[in-house]
């Protein structure tokens, strides 16, 4: 990923966004040619600029303060706000640096899921697991695959990505035609594991205890919020008799309030954006076994 496309969190004052902080301090020197009375100068104008608005509570900001930050690192600062001042200076005046250094700085997940980092270690091995690539698939998707009932339906089921003490999990909740009437729902929790360009959903069906597997590539992400938008894939489920047991399947993020349900292929082709991405899916076709 480029600068340009990198999007900034927050600062948050990790020890992390302290490191990011350094090294962009210390290539003003280095690569812009200032000199740490120049930056001092240069921090110190932005910080009485936005006093008003940013309730800064740092007075004195002088090269002596710019070294020891650069040195040994101000500990414990008497007003800490310096660090958050720092983060949204260099954004605000040189944000492709403070973007290639954030870059440069990748964070780490610790997966505290056993399940989750031997799935990983055997993807990835001696590789950590970054949380950009989790931050980029948080939030709701709606997935679209054949209906396993019948074919010439589709199934809408709704996809929920990050958990707020796992970020790794998801949650994908599923409503169909039932035998006699019935319209059962299906949930299906578990875990996603980000490798090379794809992702590797493991979870399983809550009501029928049984594994469901889904493999996703060709992930596209937006420019302009740094998270997936959408993503193509297969569908794994351990399936019984002649029922199909593998799909295609498409992950589109979307604020769309279609509930899960199995629709016609023909109300899903009303929206023609929907459709020109949906039809490629479908027509690969599916795996099923008979006898």
């Given amino acids: 990923m480029s600068a340009e496309e990198h999007v900034l969190p927050p600062f948050s004052g990790s020890p992390r966004q302290l490191d990011v902080l350094k090294s962009a301090i210390s290539k003003l020197r280095t690569d812009y040619r200032l000199s740490q009375e120049t930056v001092a ?11 008003s608005s940013r309730k800064w509570h740092v007075q004195k900001i002088d090269q002596r303060l710019i070294s020891k930050f650069l040195g ?3 500990g414990r600062p008497k007003h800490p706000d310096i660090y958050e ?18 870059l440069a700085n990748p964070r780490t997940v610790t997966l505290q899921n056993p399940i989750v980092a031997a799935i990983h270690g055997q993807l990835s091995p001696g590789r950590p697991l970054l949380a950009e690539r989790l931050n980029q698939l948080q939030g709701r998707y709606l997935t679209y695959r054949r209906f396993f009932l019948d074919p010439e339906r589709v199934m809408v089921a709704e996809l929920h990505c990050g958990g707020e003490h ?16 019935q319209e059962p729902v299906d949930t299906v929790d578990g875990y996603m594991i980000p490798y090379e360009h794809g992702v590797l959903f493991q979870g399983r069906f809550a009501e029928m205890k049984g594994p469901f597997v889904v493999a996703v590539s060709n992930l596209t992400i937006d420019a302009g919020t740094n998270r997936y938008s959408r993503g193509e894939g297969a569908v794994l489920a351990g399936a019984c ?5 593998a799909y295609g399947l498409l992950i589109l993020r979307t604020e769309l309030a279609l509930p899960p349900g199995v629709y016609e292929t023909s109300l899903l082709q009303e929206d023609r954006v929907l459709w020109s991405l949906l039809e490629p899916m479908l027509n690969r ?3 099923s076994w008979h006898r």
């Fill in 41 to 51: 100068e240069k921090l110190s104008a932005y910080v009485e600029a936005t006093r």
């Fill in 72 to 74: 040994r690192g101000l």
């Fill in 85 to 102: 001042a720092m983060w949204e200076w260099l954004s605000s005046d040189y944000d492709e640096l403070l973007k290639e250094c954030d």
């Fill in 166 to 181: 796992d970020p790794t999990a998801f949650r994908m909740e599923m409503k169909y035609p039932g035998v006699g009437g």
């Fill in 241 to 245: 008799g002649e029922l199909p047991s």
């Fill in 285 to 287: 076709g599916f795996v």
